[in-house]
């Protein structure tokens, strides 16, 4: 087997192991960084790459990579979710209900090699956040129990990306591009008292676990302006996304479900030698999937699964990223971060939303990277998300008494979600020249 294939068949097998676990989210469900550098400096570095985890984000920084490297990595993820209700609810179990599953481990891997002085090229799998929660039968309402009266309510949806970077430079400008495989599944329950809402009660809920493959491209850019000043910029373009049919009565337009593009543009800028600052911003396009930005409101009869169905009612987001990192001596460095997003989910969408409360707000970052070796390298990440909630009325759907939905006068809903990730990563530096398959020597 020669090294590309040893290489691809890695990254693959990356990916599988990375939907064993959902990830809390940032984004919405996009995570704010991918590798415990990137979540150390709060999702910023765009425009400033220095290990290979950094196609993820920008394919472009493939270039400043000097050596053969590779990276293995996992994040701990410790997320705390749920909702509270007051007044009387009439469609959700009232009180303060919590979300159980409270710990997953999210693995990640990357590789990369220059070609020549001026092109290089790598691969990295990494997952791209998730939903998840479960909900017991404690919290009862009728007639079987659990949130929404439909027994054991919660959602697992699990995404994975393996990515196959080119980059090139010219003069100061470098390009980069990376074509990129996805894989996402689904596992839905607790939703059966809205058969009578759906286009098809049978591919509604509790149908186990569906699957959905696709993909897309990523693209970037990199300018260097002066020696310690760059800006850069990427995007991807929609993942396309085949449709989940065990749920095509719950998803809008039969189950369909891409995952959404996503611009991000940045600056870096090096005070020192030593200490680099770095600023990003990103948007995030998910308006443009119908099952999860058309509003979840009203929900009329035979209306779940439809063409132009009800979704969960999210906005497009916006977040800012700022880093610094301070390579206070060879082979150790420091980082720290701060990242806030605006919140998806209108105070208008809360009671579908009980099953996807993804909120965050405000985060704070840190971590730092120690040369064990000459060749290997130590990094850890700790990233935590401020508890943020988002509160609004409960919404009713399409009933004799409410022919065209309404909103209870007499409930409000509150989300609220919080939680902590630890990344630690272990990267690898081949030796020039070292052709090997894998490490020789630490």
């Known amino acids: 087997m020669n090294g590309y294939s040893w290489r691809t068949l890695a990254s693959a097998a990356a990916l599988t192991v990375s939907l064993a676990a959902p990830s809390l989210a940032a984004d919405g469900y996009f995570l704010i960084g991918y590798g415990p550098r990137q ?20 394919p472009a920084g493939l270039v400043d990579l000097e050596r053969r490297q590779m990276q293995l990595g996992v994040t701990a993820l410790f997320p705390e979710r749920g909702y509270s209700t007051d007044g009387a609810p009439k469609v959700l179990a009232p009180g303060d209900v919590r ?72 003069g100061a400008l470098a390009i980069g591009v990376a074509p990129t495989i996805a894989v996402q ?19 509604l809920s509790d149908n186990g676990y569906d699957w959905s493959f696709g993909g897309g491209v990523r693209l970037g850019m990199q300018w260097r302006v002066t020696d310690q000043f760059r800006i850069g910029v990427a995007g991807s373009t929609p993942m396309f996304m085949t449709r989940f049919r065990k749920y095509s009565g719950l998803f809008a337009d039969s189950g369909s479900f891409d995952i959404p593009a996503n611009l991000t543009a940045g600056v870096a800028y090096d005070l020192t030698p030593d200490l680099t600052v770095m600023a990003d911003w990103r948007h995030i396009f998910y308006s443009g999937v119908g099952s999860v930005s058309n509003s979840s ?13 009800p979704g969960f009612g999210w906005k497009d987001t916006d977040s800012a990223s700022f880093g ?15 990242h806030y997003v605006t919140n998806p989910i209108p105070t208008n969408s809360v009671t579908l939303n009980i099953l996807a409360p993804i909120i965050n707000a405000h985060h704070i970052s840190g971590g730092l990277s120690y040369d064990i070796t000459k060749n290997s390298t130590l990094e850890l990440a700790v990233v935590y998300a401020f508890k943020n909630n988002v509160r609004g009325p409960e919404a009713l759907p399409q009933t004799a008494a409410t022919p065209f939905g309404a909103y209870n006068p007499a409930a409000n809903v509150n989300l609220w979600l919080r939680g902590l990730e630890v990344s630690v990563g272990w990267t690898y530096k081949f030796d020039l020249g070292d052709n090997s398959l894998i490490p020789t020597h630490l």
């Open 297 to 309: 409101f009203p929900v009329l009869l035979r209306s779940l699964g439809s063409s132009g169905g």
């Open 324 to 338: 610094v990192e301070w390579r206070v001596q060879p082979g150790f460095a420091l980082r720290a971060g701060y």
């Open 99 to 170: 979300s159980g599953r409270p710990i997953f481990p999210v693995p990640h891997n990357s590789y990369s090699a220059p070609i020549d002085a001026d092109s290089a090229w790598g691969t990295a799998s990494y997952a791209n956040g998730g939903i998840n929660t479960s909900f017991d039968f404690g919290h009862f309402h009728a007639p079987s129990g659990g949130p929404f009266g439909g027994g054991y309510a919660g959602v697992d949806l699990e995404q994975a990306f393996t990515s196959v970077g080119y980059a090139r430079k010219f």
């Open 185 to 203: 599944r689904i596992n839905l329950q607790g939703l059966k008292a809205f058969s009578p809402y759906s286009s098809d009660m049978y591919s």
């Open 39 to 58: 979540k150390a400096l709060g999702g910023a570095g765009v425009a400033d790459s220095r290990d290979s985890m950094s196609l993820s984000i920008n």
